[in-house]
Nanobody
Framework: QVQLVESGGGLVQPGGSLRLSCAASGFAFSRYTMRWDRQAPGKERELVADIAAAGRTTHYADSAKGRFTISRDNAKNTVYLQMNSLKPEDTAVYYC???????????WGQGTQVTVSS
């Protein structure tokens, strides 16, 4: 069964850091682009970052550039999102998902809550 399980979210003060993890199973992880999206209450889900199958190419939303780093370990079937210098506007549920060559999502995680607040 295809599964993505996020972890690492929590409550952090502005300026703090969190590292999110997403463990994948049930599909050929190393063949897919992996992506982190986020959704705040009342807002549309938006792209945060993605990383190509081999890990050589990355893309970031403007809001994440310079603060967030996406990485993957294909041997562990895991993708990460290192988040530094967190801001209150980063508060959202963060979702891991896998994308094929047509950018179609083939798997979604359940999400992990990130709350940035004093």
């Amino acid at each position: 069964q295809v599964q993505l399980v996020e972890s690492g979210g929590g409550l952090v003060q502005p300026g703090g850091s969190l590292r999110l993890s997403c463990a994948a199973s049930g599909f050929a992880f190393s063949r897919y682009t992996m992506r982190w999206d986020r959704q705040a209450p009342g807002k549309e889900r938006e792209l945060v970052a993605d990383i190509a199958a081999a890990g050589r190419t990355t893309h970031y939303a403007d809001s994440a550039k310079g603060r967030f780093t996406i990485s993957r370990d294909n041997a562990k079937n895991t993708v990460y999102l290192q988040m530094n210098s967190l801001k209150p506007e980063d508060t959202a549920v963060y979702y891991c998902n896998a994308r094929d060559q047509l950018v179609r999502a083939i798997a979604w995680g359940q999400g992990t809550q990130v709350t940035v607040s004093s």
